[in-house]
């Protein structure tokens, strides 16, 4: 079956998923640090932390990933596996810390506590690269002239710091973009671009927003308003629990999904019903393969026809929505199908 799913909460949820990153320079205020783990391939976790007591940054990690790998022979954590990902080779874990722009590669993660950070990075980085000086840690300097963005790319890593030449950017609306030979890319806007600076293995992947700053701070507002009608509401749907979790920063707001999305299916429940279930269950960070006794993935698989088609009750077949959240939620899970 052709996976080609056009469905308005799968765009909410991108189009909201940007919010963490509106202003990917100014970090948290006092008390609050980013948290991030780039892989090889993708983002594997981003979160904003409210710090409330001396928490180091590898115990946090350990709660974070009950399946990290560390190794200890070093006579300091050696992070050997994190959040799924293990790196072989040439690659390896590495980390940097942020504090008011000043970037700091020498302290371990058993000494560095969070509240003495903006912002943690961890990232797989191939020592070999960039003539064996690993990955370039990015500077994003940002300059506005009318509807023109210049974007300057600066990097340091074990060989020394400056302009980073030649970067891949990609730029949502316009397409694929390189900085010239001193680290530069310019652009016109469009609208809200989503920015992806450097990847594995030149440079840390860092991800920026970029629009006029009027229509950031109407976006802003909108999130904002969104955010405080649904948090005065004690249960989620599986509609809203997604796309909570699109507009989420913080462990305490991803804990409240947890919380309110607390809904079960009879056995009346049809293909659509389902497909939503198995969404909310992983926007709450539960298990859509065991919650209530029940392996809903399975269930759903389950119900896949020989044509392709997803059937409980006798209307599914005729309901693209049906059959398009069917696909997603599979997918999103996981699963094994046809």
Not at 147 to 152: C, D, G, I, P, R
């Amino acid at each position: 079956m052709k996976k080609r799913i056009w469905i308005s909460i799968l765009s909410i949820a991108i189009l909201f998923n940007l919010f963490s990153f509106l202003q990917p320079d100014v970090y948290a205020q006092s008390n609050k640090v980013k948290i991030r783990a780039e892989g090889k391939e993708k983002t594997l976790y981003q979160r904003t932390v409210t710090v409330t007591d001396d928490v180091y940054c590898i115990d946090y990690l350990k709660d974070a990933d009950p399946e990290i790998g560390v190794d200890d022979s070093w006579g300091s954590p050696f992070i050997t596996k994190l959040f799924g990902e293990e790196p072989s080779g040439t690659d390896s874990w590495m980390y940097y810390f942020v504090k008011d722009d000043i970037i700091d590669t020498d302290k371990t993660v058993d000494t560095f506590r969070l509240r003495d950070a903006d912002e943690i990075v961890l990232y797989v980085s191939d020592y070999k690269a960039n003539d064996e000086g690993g990955a370039f840690i990015p500077t994003i300097d940002i300059e506005k002239k009318g509807e023109t963005v210049t974007l300057s790319v600066y990097g340091q890593n074990w060989n020394g710091s400056g302009p980073c030449a030649n970067i891949p950017i990609r730029i949502s609306y316009i397409g694929s973009e390189h900085t010239d030979g001193d680290g530069k890319c310019e652009f016109d806007i469009r609208g809200i671009h989503k920015v992806q600076i450097g990847d594995y293995p030149e440079l840390v992947r860092k991800t920026i927003y970029v629009s006029d700053d009027e229509i950031l701070q109407k976006v802003e507002t909108a999130i904002r308003d969104v955010k405080e009608h649904y948090d005065s509401l004690s249960a989620w749907s599986a509609w809203v629990a997604p796309a909570y979790y699109g507009i989420s920063t913080t462990d305490e707001e991803f804990l409240d999904i947890h919380k309110k999305y607390n809904h079960s299916l009879d056995e009346n429940a049809d293909v659509n019903q389902y497909a939503h279930h198995i969404t909310g269950l992983l926007a709450a960070g539960k298990d859509p393969r065991d919650t209530d006794g029940k392996d809903y993935v399975q269930i759903l698989t389950g119900l896949q026809q020989q044509d392709g088609k997803f059937l409980k009750n006798e209307a599914d077949p005729f309901f693209v929505t049906y059959q398009s959240f069917a696909v997603l939620a599979l997918d999103l899970a996981g699963a094994d199908y046809n």
